[in-house]
């Protein structure tokens, strides 16, 4: 087994895994059962969609002419669902928040920083 595929085999477990333990707390909320068949045919299909997802993502990144994948791009990719597509609305606008304020911060950290170099300058200036 070469190398992609057992990287392959790595993320297909993950995934199986992650599907087995929402469907033990689903299970448990509504007080079924489900068969070690269905989890395995969720995780598949939940792979498979993830390479078409991926697939898809590098499409639209292709045909903007960038290397990069953007939010955009996934924005794109859930317009088919609404409520998908309304929820990374949701999710993209957060995280536009959180940047804004991440580079406000930073804005008035350089300013401070930038106003006590000037006054160690003023203050050596007046030393000597």
């Known amino acids: 087994m ?42 598949e299909t939940t792979f498979r969609q993830c390479e078409i997802f991926a697939k898809d993502l590098e499409a639209f990144a292709r045909h903007a002419k960038r290397q990069t994948i953007t939010v955009d791009d996934v924005k794109l990719l859930a317009r088919r669902s609404t409520a998908l597509s309304s929820h990374m609305q949701q999710k993209s606008e957060e995280l536009a928040m959180n940047n804004q304020e991440l580079k406000e911060k930073r804005k ?10 000037m006054e160690g300058n003023e203050a050596e200036e007046t030393e000597s």
């Open 2 to 43: 070469d190398e992609k595929e057992a990287h392959t085999q790595r993320l297909k477990a993950a995934v199986h895994y992650t599907v087995s333990k929402i469907c033990q707390s689903t299970v448990a909320e509504c007080e079924k059962q489900i068969s070690k068949q269905a989890v395995a045919a969720i995780a």
């Open 108 to 117: 008035k950290n350089a300013a401070k920083r930038k106003s006590k170099e």
